[in-house]
C-alpha cells in the first residue's frame, strides 16, 4: 500500500513515545497543565460552568471517578461524593476551561490545543490509573496532532471553522488513543474517525452566539474520545483522512502547508510551539492590548487627555473578534474597542472586567468612542506567524504616541517563567487560595518530573474544586 502523509504522521506520534522526553519538553508540560487548571478554576464559577457539568451528566449519565471543575456532583446527577465518567468529565473539563478565553493558544494553527490534549488525558487517567509517563505521551501527542493539523489546515480553514473543534477534534482522539494505549493500526483509525466528525463553524460569532462557543472543543473531545474507543473496539477509520480527495484539507478550505502534518519529525515537540495567553480575551487581540499598555508604561498618558484612538490590526482578527460593542458579557472578550478602552484606563485587563463588564460606563463609552480600528493588508501578510497590531494615540497636547507589536506576550519568542506562570494563576483565578495554588502547581511539575514516570496518574479531585 502507498505510504500517505497520515501514516508518517502516527508513525512519529507512536515514535515519541520511545524516547526520552527533553528536559525543555517537560518543563513546557508542567507550563501546559499548570494553564489547564488556571483556565478551569478561572471559569468554573460562571453559570456557564454549571451548565455545562449538568449537560455532561446528561449526555454521558452515570458516575465515576474522574474529576470535574467545581463539581459538587450532589444535586447536578451524579451520587453524593461520587464523580462523573470520562467521558462526562472530559466533554465538561474541555469546555469548562475555555470560558475564559486564557487557554493557550498558537499563531499558526490558531486554536487552543491544552483544552483538546489534557481533558481526554485526565479524565482516561483517573478511570484506567494509567502511569504519570503515558499521562505526559498522551498529552503531548495531543498537542503534536492537533497543532500540525491545524497549521496545515491555514489560515482560509480558520476564517470559516473554529479549528479547536475541527483540528482539535484529531488532538483529542490521538491524546486518548495513546492513554489507551492504541497500536498504530487503531490510532490511524481513531483519527480517521475523529476526522469525520471533526465541525465547528464561525457563524456562532456572526450570529451572536459567542456563549455556545466552550462547546466547540467540549464537543471536539468527546468526539476524540468516542473514535479512540470506536478504533479500540473494531471500527475502521478513514485512511487519507487529511489528504483524501473528500478529506479535510480539501472540504474544509485548507490552504496551509501540508508539510506540517509529516515534515520536520526532528524538530522539537509541538507543545514547544504553543502561546500562553497574557490576556483574559481573544488571542487575536493581544498585540493591541501589549502596544497599549507598553504606550502607558512608556509616557505619561492619563485616558482624560487621549483625543483619539487609531488601532490597526491584521484583517483576520476582526472575522472572529469583530463585536462593535458589547451587548452582554460573554460578548467583552472579542471587542477590541472594549479590552483597548479597558487598558487605556486602567493599565490592565482582568478576569472581574470580563465577568461583569460596566459596559454603561459613561468615562468607557467616551473613550470607546474615540477609538477607530483599521486594518492593514501588510499585517495580514505576515499572519499567522505574526499578529502585528498597532495603537497610536493623538493626545490633547498635540503628540502622536505609537507603538507597534508584532509577537504577544507569552509567544515562545517570549515565554513565561514558572514564577510567571504562578501569578497569572493567581490574578486569572481569583478563586484560588494557597493551599489550592500550591497543591495543583505541586502536582503539575510532578507529571512533568521523569523521577515519577512508572508512578500512577491520578488527578486529586481536590484540585478541582473549592
Not at 509529516?262 to 502561546?275: F, H, K, L, S, V
Not at 487581540?285 to 501589549?290: E, H, N, Q, S, V
Not at 492619563?302 to 473578534?321: C, Q
Not at 454603561?360 to 473613550?367: F, G, I, P, V
Request: hydrophobic share 45%; glycine share 8%.
Amino acid at each position: 500500500m502507498h505510504p500517505i502523509p497520515e501514516d508518517t504522521l502516527v508513525r512519529h506520534v507512536l515514535s515519541l513515545q520511545t524516547r526520552p522526553i527533553p528536559p525543555a519538553t517537560r518543563q513546557r508540560l508542567a507550563q501546559a497543565l499548570l494553564d489547564w487548571y488556571t483556565a478551569g478554576w478561572s471559569g468554573m464559577p460562571l453559570d456557564a460552568a454549571s451548565r455545562l457539568r449538568g449537560l455532561a451528566l446528561r449526555c454521558h449519565p452515570g458516575a465515576g471517578t474522574a474529576a470535574v471543575f467545581g463539581a459538587t456532583y450532589a444535586g447536578e446527577g451524579g451520587g453524593s461524593g461520587a464523580g462523573m465518567n470520562a467521558m462526562a468529565a472530559a466533554f465538561a473539563n474541555a469546555g469548562i476551561a475555555h470560558l475564559r478565553e486564557i487557554d493557550d493558544a498558537h499563531r499558526a494553527a490558531m486554536l487552543h490545543p491544552a483544552i483538546v490534549a489534557v481533558s481526554p488525558v485526565l479524565a482516561l487517567a483517573a478511570e484506567r490509573h494509567i502511569t504519570q509517563r503515558r499521562a505526559a505521551d498522551a498529552i503531548i501527542a495531543g498537542y503534536e496532532v492537533s497543532l500540525r493539523v491545524g497549521e496545515a489546515l491555514g489560515t482560509r480553514h480558520a476564517a470559516n471553522f473554529h479549528a479547536t473543534a475541527t483540528a482539535g477534534a484529531l488532538g483529542a482522539a490521538a491524546a486518548a488513543g495513546v492513554a489507551l494505549g492504541l497500536p498504530a493500526e487503531q490510532l490511524h483509525h481513531a483519527l480517521g474517525i475523529a476526522a469525520t466528525q471533526a465541525a465547528g463553524l464561525w457563524q456562532l460569532v456572526d450570529d451572536n452566539a459567542h456563549e455556545s462557543k466552550s462547546l466547540h472543543p467540549a464537543m471536539a473531545v468527546r468526539n476524540g474520545l468516542t473514535a479512540a474507543h470506536a478504533a479500540q473496539a473494531g471500527f475502521p477509520g478513514a485512511r487519507a483522512f487529511f489528504t483524501g480527495k473528500r478529506g479535510m484539507y480539501a472540504l474544509l478550505a485548507g490552504d496551509g502547508d501540508i508539510a506540517a502534518l509529516d515534515g520536520a519529525c526532528d524538530a522539537p515537540e509541538r507543545i514547544n510551539t504553543a502561546t500562553i495567553k497574557a490576556w483574559p480575551c481573544c488571542a487575536q487581540l493581544f498585540t493591541p492590548l501589549d502596544a497599549a499598555q507598553q504606550l502607558l508604561r512608556e509616557h505619561d498618558v492619563r485616558p482624560e487627555d487621549i483625543a483619539a484612538v487609531e488601532v490597526t490590526i491584521f484583517p483576520h482578527a476582526l472575522k472572529i473578534a469583530g463585536v462593535h460593542w458589547p451587548a452582554k458579557p460573554a460578548e467583552a472578550a472579542f471587542c477590541l474597542r472594549y479590552v483597548v478602552a479597558r487598558v487605556l484606563m486602567t493599565g490592565t485587563l482582568t478576569i472581574e472586567d470580563m465577568e461583569a463588564p460596566d459596559l454603561d460606563s459613561t468615562a468607557l463609552l467616551a473613550l470607546a468612542e474615540r477609538i477607530t480600528v483599521k486594518t492593514d493588508e501588510r499585517f495580514q501578510q505576515v499572519f499567522p506567524r505574526k499578529r502585528p497590531g498597532r495603537v497610536t494615540l493623538s493626545m490633547r497636547d498635540g503628540r502622536r504616541l505609537s507603538a507597534l507589536r508584532e509577537l504577544r506576550r507569552g509567544d515562545p519568542e517570549l515565554p513565561y517563567d514558572w514564577a510567571g506562570m504562578l501569578a497569572r494563576m493567581r490574578a486569572f483565578a481569583p478563586a484560588m487560595d494557597d493551599r489550592a495554588a500550591t497543591a495543583i502547581a505541586t502536582w503539575c511539575a510532578r507529571l512533568a518530573d521523569p523521577a515519577h514516570d512508572a508512578e500512577r496518574c491520578d488527578p486529586d479531585p481536590a484540585l478541582f474544586t473549592v
